[in-house]
């Protein structure tokens, strides 16, 4: 990794990294599923449901749900038999995470804080992993992808559902324009925070395009790595399997 890294459009050394990243979700936690049905017209519900059918959990199985703090993603999950362990590296969106669980009777999901640079978990522990808008935040992608690689079973699945490039002319033009002036004034009128959706749209731009991320994920030993464009890759959904 090098001696910096981006912090929206800010280079910041990897620690002052994490720890920026940290504040803004424990600034936005309580707020956050507010803010993700204002900033996509609650389009991003319809991604997640579309995220888990490709992962196609099944009875008894087990998943990583990793940067899964609220639980949207594990609750659908658990509700198709899975025994999914929800992890994050920030306390206060796991804490929203059980708090919605609880308040939804969802019971037998494990919760975990991790870092996904540097998993607790054994070697070969899990069926699938999974990581929704959350690659994106990690200080050091690589040595996230070479752990999720690490925690998987022979045969398991990486499924990861992330903001990417969309490549519909025009398109790109009319969502950067809406992202960069409107979404941070929702976020200061919504969650009185606009400096952390502001960051949260500049990490958008910084992430790698879909081909880039998808030669990241192969780097880190996945096989048959796809990526599946939702938008004309507005968003993503990246996979691939551990031979």
């Not at 990794?1 to 620690?15: H, I, K, L």
């Not at 979404?183 to 749209?201: F, N, Q, W």
């Not at 994920?217 to 399997?241: D, N, R, T």
């Given at each position: 990794?090098?001696?910096?890294?981006?912090?929206?459009?800010?280079?910041?050394?990897?620690?002052e990294?994490?720890?920026?990243?940290?504040?803004?979700?424990?600034?936005?936690?309580?707020?956050?599923?507010?803010?993700?049905?204002?900033?996509?017209?609650?389009?991003?519900?319809?991604?997640?449901?579309?995220?888990?059918?490709?992962?196609?959990?099944?009875?008894?199985?087990?998943?990583?749900?990793m940067?899964?703090?609220?639980?949207?993603?594990?609750?659908?999950?658990?509700?198709?038999?899975?025994?999914?362990?929800?992890?994050?590296?920030?306390?206060?969106?796991?804490?929203?995470?059980?708090?919605?669980?609880?308040?939804?009777?969802?019971?037998?999901?494990t919760?975990?804080?991790q870092?996904?640079?540097?998993?607790?978990?054994?070697?070969?522990?899990?069926?699938?992993?999974?990581?929704?808008?959350?690659?994106?935040?990690?200080?050091?992608?690589?040595?996230?992808?070479?752990?999720?690689?690490?925690?998987?079973?022979?045969?398991?699945?990486?499924?990861?559902?992330e903001?990417?490039?969309?490549?519909?002319?025009?398109?790109?033009?009319?969502?950067?324009?809406?992202?960069?002036?409107?979404?941070?004034?929702?976020?200061?009128?919504?969650?009185?925070?606009?400096?952390?959706?502001?960051?949260?749209?500049?990490?958008?731009?910084?992430?790698?395009?879909?081909?880039?991320?998808?030669?990241m994920?192969?780097?880190?030993?996945?096989?048959?790595?796809?990526?599946?464009?939702?938008?004309?890759?507005?968003?993503?959904?990246?996979?691939?399997?551990k031979?």
């Open positions: 990794m090098s001696d910096t890294v981006s912090f929206g459009y800010r280079e910041v050394a990897p620690d990294k994490t720890r920026l990243v940290g504040g803004v979700f424990s600034s936005v936690a309580k707020n956050y599923d507010l803010m993700n049905d204002a900033m996509s017209g609650g389009l991003h519900r319809l991604w997640k449901d579309q995220f888990v059918r490709r992962v196609k959990p099944r009875k008894d199985e087990t998943i990583l749900d940067a899964g703090g609220t639980g949207d993603i594990a609750f659908r999950m658990a509700a198709r038999g899975a025994a999914i362990t929800v992890s994050d590296i920030n306390e206060d969106m796991l804490g929203v995470g059980q708090e919605r669980a609880k308040k939804r009777g969802i019971e037998g999901l919760w975990k804080p870092n996904a640079e540097r998993l607790d978990f054994a070697d070969r522990q899990f069926d699938a992993y999974t990581i929704a808008f959350g690659i994106r935040n990690v200080t050091d992608i690589p040595a996230a992808l070479r752990e999720a690689h690490r925690v998987l079973k022979f045969g398991g699945r990486f499924f990861c559902l903001f990417s490039t969309t490549t519909w002319p025009g398109f790109g033009d009319v969502y950067d324009a809406y992202s960069h002036k409107l979404v941070p004034k929702l976020g200061k009128l919504l969650a009185h925070d606009e400096e952390s959706y502001r960051y949260l749209i500049e990490s958008i731009r910084r992430f790698p395009d879909m081909p880039r991320f998808a030669k994920i192969g780097e880190a030993g996945f096989v048959q790595v796809k990526a599946e464009p939702i938008l004309g890759g507005l968003v993503a959904i990246h996979s691939g399997w031979a």
